[in-house]
């Protein structure tokens, strides 16, 4: 392919006409007016004009894209949240929100945050995304300085009510250069300041968007040839039939959006799009990773840095067939690689929705925020295969979408391989019968620790909220300073639980080298349904009192743990018990499940008969000091009855007792562990721990080897190297 | 070609100018470099070799025995080009005999029938297929591939005999039995070559048989493609295909290639359109290395329009697409093979097909297909089997592709070493291992090297439409089928079967582990399904999850294992929700041929390798009316002869029907755990000595209508399962 595809543009760059025999398949962006240049320098520009002095005119051309900072002062992305429901709660400011006065001194780009607290009719605020907040000032309806020159109105509204207000303020012109001059550039617009060191620089991003157009028009390919790409904005691919967009080099072909905004590339609809071989780098690395994170603000929830100043390197919305290979993606806000679009029981009549992406060989690296991310269930099949995840501040993988494959990555120094996450925004009516979130996560390598929002620690495989049918095999931890996969079974009413979950073969070496050990666990589970069969865990020399191997959280149901060798941990296997709270009471019998806290009391719509004959504990001071019996679960209400009356008031905590849980936990191999094993939890009738081994090993302070407060029926474990007294008959219910 | 000659001179001009330009920063002198490296000649298109990529048809007229046509605008065409000109060539084409017996051994040209008459009028290709339905003789025939018949029991006039479209027949005399069949094709297209255009007027290279005012004519690239194909073998370049629709009416050869590369400009738009014709879009023939990139390739049949299979008169099976078939690429000893983003559509035959010479143990042909690799490709809307490897070829791996709508298998194969991986599968057949090719003999290399060696993993199979599922059948050993997901799924989701028809052998050394096999299904039609099926020997079964989500769904099996089946091995998998939890099945057998008293050969037991048990001490039950009537010892297995021998003699005839069990199956159920199933457990098959089932947990979950846990009738042994939720009273001599 290269030799035509080179070949190709030799004939299209000498000699365009070819371009209607079908020869010239690939348009060069070059040819198309695109520099690839990194030259810059400086200007003088006057309020009111269009015309600037450069101080060397370089290699400008007329038509050509370019930027020049401090000289055109503009609001951007006001934006406004009140209280209420996560991802539900954005309000349309009106004109309720003024700004004025920037002068540029704080930077080319920044972004303003007033958070007011509910109750108060005072703001603080933010230039930083949250780093530094400046203390509460009293609302005063006038204009009141922030920084930068920058001064605020906020006019009469029920502000008590609580708010976050965001937007931009930016000193940037992007325009197109008409007229060259000597060193006189006329623009197509003109600045709105005037200043004498204007940094100008090439905008490539226009001349791309049309070589791209021009491209789709006449069912081309599109080449760009090693150079620095400059871009103000990304460029959009809509409606592709089969389009290849390649890049000469990985290294030396770049797109750089660190002053700009949106995504490189964002493909829309249209079926197949390559896109092979690019650099792209954005504004923000690894670390500002706490900038991208949810900004803890009182006015409002879920207000993430990442949504005020983005961007991505790839964006698709419904294209089917996306390879994305060779792509390295460095410095990005928000995703590095993100589709969303509609699924198929949405998408439009003649309209697609994501299918079959595949990121194959690309790279996530030095990012604030998520390396891949299917935002809802609507992509189907995306594979992310070889690829690599480093120093990454978000999500390493995070998806809602169906049947993906994550499989054959490196990553270190990053976020959650999220599953799941399938909130009432990120599903649809196809959820019920379809599932989401299924996935393959194997032969992966996770190094060192999970590092989220710019905090270390985490979950390195986390399934959750709504996923389906997750397989977890074969992946290496190596010197593994977090914990591994989870499997949890806690959620919102307005979401669903994870289940049916396989974790099998993985080998977890837990030891921390070189770092601050964490608390940490390789494999903890909380979700109905799911095998952990044939996994290592171990620490090298030592035991380490802080790795935890399997810690299994009631009331998951249907565990099957067997034939895992878990060494040199200070928790061998911990059984937990179930907790959740009061969230409204309905009358003496009947309650609510809080959506916070723990939240180990599912909500399983399609099986509510489960429930009957469930008991609750009663928690006084974190014991359980009296019970009821669940007599019914409304899938339809979410109500829980029980069988007797009960005092209950709203926040009161309890254990869940599930009769009948069905665990086995058998043959595995417990050596070397401080508390090998713990099953501390209620128990049931079906809770077992049989045939297992357990060695004192190298845990000289080890006392007893299986602790047991719960109904465990205990069968045929073998017991070597502990004190008789404390083994031989390990305490029964 | 003389374009591309001058690129050298054009790549000088090409450095010249960005060095001008002045170009400051970054390296486009890398352009230069990468191309230097390279031949500039290196890829041959097939445009300029005179292929027209053109989907252009106009109407013409023709006149019987002239090679002139007039067409209603000739702007399109250029002399030298194909065309192919339908209504005006009335022909017959691949007359073939087959039969009486096996349609698939020894099919001949050798017809000796008369064809006349075709008028067109029943379209531009009708296949006529007759066949003797009785030895007076008699016959049916369609013209639909056998998915309706015609005339039945017609008798044979040996003179002229209507068929449709005008078309008649005539028999020769010869000795008709029961199970002969004749097809033939009744077409009507000329494909020629434009030899002069004047004005409207194209003359051929060939002339019409018939005069027609209503021809539809358009491009034929086979010839130009061809053409290039060969000249780019020969010269050691590449093909470059541009943007367009390339008919063809016969399919391109890819013969002896050193090392090619064909590529396709998009894989939506370079479309290699074989509607009209016949053959494999792409028949790869020996050579070392062939690359295919970036193209469609569509056909004539979909799966609305399947043609129909069905047993002939004397009880073979017999599958019409053969009649008119079209395939997206084909095999045939190609030692290294890569498809990447190829898409085929609408292909009557096997999409692709891999069929050539392959190892036979120590024998090692000169060439044969060692690695071929679909990547990223795609079937939908097709007739038949998505992939096939139908030979023993080695290394054969489907990777991350994508099949929707396939009337047969997703893959069948008896290739070696298979790998099918990480694809995503709706609305088609199984995927097959094995399935030796059934007119093969039992051959000694399957001994030596086996066959059907594969690995299954990570793919996910949907229940739209036709849910195949994975079977593991008819000689494979040595087969993995992990951490695949089924969703939804309304069919069987895997299947180790050690089935045998005709000589091949049973399969064995099977492992399915990993698996989450979600069996909900709410849509019309439910199947009866089973999540894991288990008749072969040897086999794993462990730590797969098979459920319905919501209420139990009586239909469905959790898993079921077969007397018969020796080493099983099934633990730590998690059955919910399911009709039937685990269930045992009894292998029966029927006796169609005695040779004495105690020596006799069936069908129902698998024709055991002759490597194994060879049935030696096994029990048979005789049954009448489905009741035990007697028992025997079996002697042994003759694997060459297939006869089966008794220890005793017995009074014996053919019909009778038998169940068989052996001395010891070595069973190994445990840890297991069954929940919300009707029936949890049913061991109702033969077992044996060393059948156990053991360290069980079966709950009663949701199944509030269950009323035993375990129902034993056979052999087994249990011991430490655990009963939970159930009336003990109701399930006796179980220990909790």
Not at chain 1, 166 to 195: H, M, P, W
Not at chain 1, 335 to 362: D, M, N, W
Not at chain 2, 601 to 612: D, N
Request: glycine share 10%.
């Amino acid at each position: 392919m290269k030799s035509a595809v080179l070949l190709n543009i030799v004939l299209l760059a000498v000699w365009p006409g070819l371009a209607q025999t079908g020869a010239a398949d690939w348009l060069n962006v070059r040819d198309c007016g695109a520099s690839g240049s990194k030259f810059e320098t400086t200007a003088a520009t006057t309020a009111g004009s269009n015309q600037i002095t450069v101080a060397n005119a370089g290699n400008f051309k007329v038509g050509q894209g370019i930027m020049v900072s401090k000289c055109n002062i503009r609001y951007t992305r006001l934006n406004m949240w009140g209280t209420g429901e996560r991802y539900y709660n954005t309000k349309k400011p009106g004109s309720s929100v003024e700004m004025r006065g920037y002068d540029g001194s704080a930077g080319s780009w920044v972004v303003y945050v007033l958070d007011i607290a509910p109750g108060q009719r005072a703001f603080r605020w933010t230039d930083d995304l949250g780093r530094n907040w400046h203390p509460a000032v009293a609302i005063t309806h006038d204009w009141q300085a922030l920084s930068g020159g920058v001064e605020v109105r906020l006019n009469e509204r029920d502000w008590e009510s609580g708010y976050v207000i965001s937007f931009g303020a930016r000193d940037q012109l992007v325009t197109t250069i008409e007229k060259i001059a000597g060193n006189v550039l006329t623009l197509k617009d003109a600045a709105n300041r005037s200043v004498q060191d204007a940094v100008v620089r090439h905008n490539d991003g226009v001349a791309l968007q049309a070589a791209i157009d021009r491209a789709l028009k006449e069912k081309r390919n599109v080449y760009v040839p090693a150079g620095h790409y400059r871009m103000a904005r990304g460029v959009s691919v809509k409606n592709a039939a089969a389009i290849t967009i390649e890049g000469a080099s990985a290294v030396d072909t770049v797109l750089d959006i660190s002053d700009g905004e949106g995504s490189c590339f964002s493909l829309s609809d249209g079926t197949e799009v390559t896109l092979r071989n690019f650099r792209m780098t954005g504004f923000m690395g690894f670390d500002e990773a706490d900038r991208a994170d949810e900004l803890s603000t009182k006015g409002a929830t879920a207000v993430w840095g990442l949504w005020l100043k983005t961007c991505y390197a790839v964006g698709i919305d419904g294209t089917e067939r996306v390879l994305v290979e060779n792509c390295h993606a460095s410095r990005m806000s928000s995703e590095c690689f993100v589709s969303g679009g509609p699924s198929r029981g949405t998408v439009k009549p003649g309209r697609h929705h994501s299918q079959a992406i595949t990121y194959l060989r690309c790279s996530a690296t030095d990012c604030a925020r998520n390396a891949f991310n299917d935002v809802n269930c609507g992509t189907e099949n995306t594979s992310v295969l070889h690829c690599r995840i480093v120093n990454v501040g978000g999500n390493t993988w995070e998806g809602a979408s169906r049947f993906v494959k994550f499989i054959g990555n490196y990553v270190r120094n990053a976020g959650p391989v999220g599953i799941g996450n399938l909130g009432p925004a990120n599903r649809d009516k196809t959820y019920p019968d379809l599932g989401a979130g299924q996935h393959i996560v194997a032969d992966n390598v996770f190094e060192g620790k999970v590092s989220y929002g710019g905090r270390a620690g985490g979950n390195a495989v986390c399934t959750s909220r709504g996923a389906t049918q997750v397989i977890v095999r074969n992946n290496l931890f190596i010197n593994f300073n977090s914990s591994g996969v989870t499997a949890s079974g806690e959620a919102i009413s307005r979401e669903y639980p994870a289940a049916n979950t396989t974790i099998t073969g993985n080998i977890f070496d837990m030891t921390c080298v070189g770092q601050k050990p964490l608390r940490r666990t390789a494999i903890n589970v909380s979700a109905n349904d799911t095998i952990i069969a044939d996994n290592q865990i171990y620490v090298r020399g030592q035991c380490d009192p802080l790795a935890s191997g399997i810690r299994l959280r009631e009331p998951a149901l249907n565990l099957i743990v067997h034939d895992n060798l878990i060494r040199n941990c200070g928790f061998g296997v911990v059984t937990e018990r179930g907790r959740a709270q009061i969230g409204e009471v309905v009358d003496a019998r009947t309650f609510l499940r809080a959506d916070r806290g723990p939240m180990n009391l599912p909500l399983e719509r399609s099986s509510p008969w489960q429930y009957r004959g469930w008991g609750i504990a009663w928690l006084v001071e974190n014991k359980p000091a009296a019970t009821s019996v669940i007599e019914s679960f409304d899938p339809e209400t979410l109500q829980f009855k029980l069988r007797e009356p009960h005092e209950m008031k709203a926040g009161d905590r309890f254990d869940v007792i599930a009769p009948s849980l069905n665990w086995n936990i058998h043959d595995n191999t417990i050596t070397g562990c401080q508390q090998p094993v713990m099953l501390t939890s209620h128990g049931s009738d079906t809770s077992f721990f049989r045939n297992n081994l357990i060695e004192r090993g190298g845990a000289t302070n080890a006392t007893q080897a299986i602790v047991v407060t719960g109904r465990f029926k205990l069968d045929g474990n073998h017991i070597a190297g502990f004190d008789g007294k404390s083994t031989d008959a390990p305490h029964k219910p | 070609m003389q374009r591309f000659s001058c690129c050298r001179w054009l790549l000088v001009t090409l450095i010249a100018t960005v060095a001008a330009g002045g170009e400051p920063g970054p390296k486009s002198a890398s352009l230069p470099n990468r191309q230097a490296e390279g031949d500039t000649n290196a890829w041959l298109n097939v445009r300029d070799l005179g292929a027209s990529g053109s989907k252009f048809e106009t109407r013409g007229s023709t006149t019987d025995g002239s090679k002139q046509i007039t067409v209603a605008n000739a702007s399109d065409f250029k002399v030298g080009q194909g065309v192919m000109v339908s209504r005006c060539n009335i022909r017959y084409v691949n007359p073939t005999l087959w039969g009486p017996g096996e349609p698939y051994i020894g099919a001949s040209k050798d017809t000796g029938m008369g064809i006349r008459g075709y008028d067109g009028a029943a379209g531009s290709w009708i296949v006529f297929l007759l066949e003797m339905d009785s030895a007076e003789p008699t016959f049916r025939w369609s013209e639909d591939l056998a998915r309706n018949w015609k005339g039945t029991k017609v008798p044979v006039t040996y003179d002229w005999q209507p068929l449709g479209g005008g078309v008649e027949v005539r028999f020769s005399r010869r000795d008709w039995k029961p199970g002969h069949m004749i097809s033939f094709s009744a077409r009507d297209q000329l494909v020629s070559t434009i030899e002069k255009i004047e004005g409207n007027v194209l003359t051929l290279r060939d002339g019409a048989n018939r005069t027609a005012g209503d021809a539809v004519v358009r491009h034929c690239d086979s010839m130009a493609l061809q053409a290039a194909f060969d000249r780019a073998i020969r010269e050691k370049k590449n093909v470059f295909i541009p943007i367009g629709r390339y008919r063809l009416a016969t399919g391109l050869f890819v013969r002896n290639a050193g090392a090619i590369a064909i590529e396709g400009q998009s894989s939506e738009d370079t479309i290699l359109d074989i509607s009209d014709g016949q053959g494999a879009c792409l028949a790869l023939d020996r050579g070392t290395e062939v690359t295919v990139r970036n193209l469609r390739l569509v056909g004539h049949t979909g799966l609305a329009e399947q043609p129909g299979a069905f047993r002939t008169s004397s009880g073979f099976s017999f599958w019409a697409c053969t009649l008119k078939s079209c395939s997206g690429a084909s095999i045939n000893g190609t030692e290294r093979v890569l498809f990447e983003n190829v898409h085929a559509s609408r292909m009557a035959s096997e999409c692709f097909i891999s069929g050539g010479p392959y190892r036979r143990g120590a024998e090692e042909p000169k060439q044969y297909t060692k690695s071929a690799t679909y990547l990223r490709c795609s079937v939908t809307d097709c007739a038949a089997n998505a992939f096939n490897n139908c030979d023993f070829a080695e290394n054969t791996s489907v990777l991350y592709c994508r099949i929707n709508g396939a009337g047969w298998h997703a893959y069948e194969g008896s290739g070696r070493f298979i790998r099918f991986i990480g694809n995503y599968v709706r609305n088609a057949g199984p995927v097959t291992i094995g399935d030796i090719p059934h007119t093969l003999p039992r051959l000694d290399h399957y001994h030596d090297l086996g066959i059907g060696q594969a690995v299954v993993r990570d793919n996910v199979f949907e229940g739209i439409g036709r849910c195949g599922g994975v079977t593991a059948i008819y000689g494979t050993t040595q087969v993995v089928i992990a951490n695949n997901l089924f969703i939804n799924y309304n069919g069987n989701a895997i299947h180790a079967s050690s089935a045998t028809v005709h000589n091949n052998y049973p399969s064995r050394n099977i492992t399915i582990s990993g698996n989450i096999i979600d069996l909900t299904y709410a849509g019309e039609k439910p199947s009866s399904r089973i999540g894991i099926n288990v008749s072969a020997s040897d086999t794993l079964v462990h730590d797969n999850q098979i459920y319905v989500r919501g209420a139990c769904d009586a239909k469905v099996t959790g898993l079921q294992f077969r007397d018969g089946a020796l080493n099983v091995n099934a633990h730590d998998n998690l059955i919910r929700n399911c009709g039937r939890g685990i269930t045992t099945q009894r292998l029966s057998g029927t006796i169609t041929e005695t040779a004495d008293s105690r020596t006799f050969r069936q069908t129902g037991l698998p024709l055991e390798w002759r490597t194994s048990h060879l049935y030696r001490n096994w029990n048979l039950v005789w049954l009448k009316s489905n009741k035990p009537v007697g028992e025997s010892v079996m002697d042994g297995y003759d694997p060459a002869a297939l006869q089966f021998k008794l220890k005793e003699p017995r009074d014996m005839k053919v019909g009778d029907g038998f169940e068989v069990f052996p001395p010891s199956a070595n069973w190994n159920i445990h840890d297991n755990t069954i929940t919300g199933c009707q029936q949890p457990v049913t061991l109702t098959g033969y077992g044996s000595d060393s059948s156990f089932f053991r360290d069980n947990l079966v709950e009663r979950g949701g199944a509030t209508n269950a009323t035993q846990a375990i129902v034993i009738t056979g052999r087994f042994q249990l011991n430490g399962n655990h009963i939970a939720g159930f009336d003990e009273k109701n399930n006796p001599g179980i220990k909790p």
